[in-house]
């Protein structure tokens, strides 16, 4: 069956950094589109990052652009998302998103909690 399974969140201090991992099963990872949205308490789901099937293009939301890097291995199933001078306004859960916009195929993961506290 599909998973995509979230790892590497955490606690951690204002400044730091945290690399997420999303393994995805169970479709053909290389025709979807990847993408971390997050959700803070009381916030509606905000969409952080995306990356093209292939890896060649990369959109951010202005708030992580210049900190926060999306990328994937499609030998691996696997894209990451690594997290540099974390503030405290990225503290939220974040979620995993495969999406094959012509057939309308969308996939989510479980998601994983990031908390930037000192």
């Known amino acids: 069956q599909v998973q995509l399974v979230e790892s590497g969140g955490g606690l951690v201090q204002p400044g730091g950094s945290l690399r997420l991992s999303c393994a995805a099963s169970?479709?053909?990872?290389?025709?979807?589109?990847m993408s971390w949205y997050r959700q803070a308490p009381g916030k509606e789901r905000e969409l952080v990052a995306t990356?093209?099937?292939?890896?060649?293009?990369?959109t951010y939301t202005d708030s992580v652009k210049g900190r926060f890097t999306i990328s994937r291995d499609n030998a691996k199933n696997t894209v990451y998302l690594q997290m540099n001078s974390l503030k405290p306004e990225d503290t939220a859960v974040y979620y995993c998103?495969?999406?094959?916009?012509?057939?309308?195929?969308?996939?989510w993961g479980q998601g994983t909690q990031v908390t930037v506290s000192s």
């Open positions: 990356i093209t099937s292939a890896g060649g293009s990369t």
């Open positions: 998103n495969a999406l094959w916009r012509i057939i309308r195929s969308n996939y």
């Open positions: 169970g479709f053909t990872f290389n025709n979807y589109a």
